[in-house]
């Protein structure tokens, strides 16, 4: 079964400061993978996602992420952070051979941006 | 493009009455919709999924006959909450996957609707 641990559900930063949002799956297959945002009291937004190809994958905002298949991991990066990125990050999996597959989302991690 | 519609994006309800939410693909096709639940500061919860024109596959714990699910057509599927309490206020969010080409590798989502019931 596949899972998605993201660690720390709040991570707080200096405006201007590098963002790294932690993601890690458990799939023996490697899966795609997505981060999204959402802000308060609306739906989610798709940053990136990595299906296949570049493992290093840049989305929208400036935001980017890598696939490190050793290291089961795509955590999401942002070399400097904007007081507009303070939202709610969810990184999800999907199965690679399955196109009914299910999202499965990580729990997500509040992101905190200080002047 | 890919733009998906929830409607109303908010609703406050009596206890025991039913409560129905709309989702609709606004351009493009949408083969399959799922449904989601969050709560407060929490991650989404999927209820079901949806395929047109057929009956939906709730997830383990999900009361089908709770939460009523209709796909009638490709553009539109509709989840009714039927005799509401309080515990089932939360954010609803449903999300529409496309029938072809790179539509068919991703879910777009809706705004999401926050019932409340009194």
């Known amino acids: 079964a596949q899972s998605v641990t993201q660690l720390g559900s709040h991570v707080s930063v200096s405006e201007g400061a590098l963002v790294l949002l932690r993601c890690n799956y458990s799939?023996?297959?490697?899966?795609?993978l997505f981060w999204y945002v959402q802000y308060p009291n609306q739906g989610l937004q798709l940053l990136l996602k990595y299906t296949t190809g570049a493992t290093l994958v840049k989305g929208i905002n400036g935001f980017e992420a890598e696939f490190k298949k050793s290291e089961t991991s795509f955590h999401l990066t942002k070399p400097s952070a904007h007081m507009s990125d303070a939202a709610e990050y969810f990184c999800?999996?999907?199965?690679?051979?399955?196109?009914?597959?299910?999202?499965?989302f990580g729990q997500g991690t509040e992101l905190s941006v200080k002047p | 493009g890919a733009v998906v519609s929830q409607h109303p994006s908010w609703v406050i309800c009596k206890s025991g009455t039913s409560v129905k939410i709309e989702c609709r693909s606004l351009?493009?096709?949408?083969?399959?919709m799922f449904w989601y639940r969050q709560f407060p500061k929490q991650s989404l919860m999927l209820m079901a999924t949806?395929?047109?024109?057929?009956?939906?596959?709730?997830e383990q714990g999900v009361e089908k006959d709770k939460f009523l699910i209709n796909h009638a057509s490709l553009t539109l599927s509709t989840l009714t909450v039927t005799s509401a309490h309080p515990e089932d206020s939360s954010f609803y969010i449903c999300s529409a996957r496309g029938v072809s080409g790179s539509l068919i590798n991703e879910q777009f989502f809706g705004p999401g609707t926050r019932l409340t019931v009194l």
């Open positions: 799939s023996s297959v490697p899966p795609y």
């Open positions: 949806s395929n047109e024109g057929s009956k939906a596959t709730y």
């Open positions: 351009d493009f096709q949408a083969t399959t």
């Open positions: 999800a999996v999907r199965a690679r051979y399955n196109q009914g597959g299910k999202l499965i």
